[in-house]
């Protein structure tokens, strides 16, 4: 768990911004979900052999013995919230987002943190894949207007629950004849979850599947047709993709469509998600079929580009008591027509405190002394030309706020 320094915040505040700026052009709307929820919701909805539910929930019981868990990610409270609240009757189509932290407990690595932050997004009921296509345009939207510096799709199909389990009990018979060249980890999905090999990361177990089919080939009509549409939807929209048979997810919910985006020569997914057609009647609520992503915020940080910092417009020198007295009022002014000002009440020696204002990046600083307050004056310097005006204390914020904003 790590703190977020200003500095960073900074750049947080810059995605934060560009993130709600792109998910408002397509009309979502946010939901607040809370950070406890039953620890049963998710096993139900991530899959009881997951690594997420088996080795990485905070869980724990209240005062009256309830098992609870602070939510690993988003996707499973959200469908809670959804059938919960009626919201399926009101809509056709829900665009919902959320964002806040999540937490897993993972082997604290690069890019990997057990409070972390999501952005996600989720639509419930459209079954077509342009709505596929929308969620990725989205967040390949944001990757673009944050800078990342390239990135692409890794797309693939995991197909219906029909598809998948045909496609299982085709590579267990593969996989069965490499077993002894398969890791510990590997041995044991095979039986439960044979399709989780696919994603193993080491080398002798990806060595053993190179020649491995793929579920494309025994894909039923629909599936089939599904993917097919989305491939022609993303190059029409020109989003870069790869298709990667071995992107299969950690987390059971997901049907047909399941995509990861990654920045060019990265391997951690910035963000991920995919298409999710039966969670919401498998967690009680009517048929509806439904697709979604979360991006992992601190992964995003780290490969986006920074913006500029932003600085106080002016600094405020004051020098005496009087002067100090005189000038929190007209910081009180500025900053109700909306300068940024600086200030600070001690009694520092005028090159001092200019120093401080040039360290602290302004463009414009104000002077106020005993010798301005004899005179009813007060002192504007333009930082950057050194060009410094003496105006009268009566009119001096209207004439800032004119120099300041122009
Ligand atoms: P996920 O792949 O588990 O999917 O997480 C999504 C993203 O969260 C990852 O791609 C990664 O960027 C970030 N992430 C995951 N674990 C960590 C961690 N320990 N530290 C830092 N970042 C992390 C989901 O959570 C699904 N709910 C996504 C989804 C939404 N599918 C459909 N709708």
Known sequence: MHDILPGETEKWQHAEKIILETVRLFNYRELRTPVIEERALFERSIGSESDIISKEMYTFQDRKGRNLALRPEGTASVVRAFNESGMQEARKVSRLYYYGPMFRYDRPQKGRYRQFYQFGVELLGGRSPLYDAEVIEILDTIMKNLETGGHYFGVNTLGCPDCRERYAGKIKSYLLSVSEKLCQDCRTRMERSPLRILDCKN????????????????????????FGLLAGCLDRKGIPYKVMDN?????????KTVFEVFRSGDDNAVAAGGRYDTLVSQLGGADTPAVGFAIGMERLITVMESPLPEVPALYLV?????????????????????????????????????KMADRAGVKWCAILGDREM????????????????????ASFITKAV????P
């Open 374 to 393: 004899e005179r009813g004056v007060v002192l504007l310097k333009n930082m950057s030309t050194g060009v410094q005006e003496e105006i009268a204390a």
């Open 402 to 405: 004119e120099r300041v904003k």
């Open 318 to 354: 004051c020098m005496g008591s009087g002067a100090r007295d005189a000038g929190a009022g007209i910081a009180s002014g500025l900053r109700m027509r909306g300068i940024t000002v600086e200030t600070d009440y001690d009694d520092v020696p005028l090159k001092a405190a200019m």
């Open 247 to 255: 992107l299969v997810r950690g987390l059971d919910y997901y049907t």
């Open 203 to 226: 080398a002798s177990c990806k060595e053993q599947i190179r020649d491995i089919p793929s579920i494309r080939e025994i894909l039923c009509a629909e599936c089939s047709e599904h």
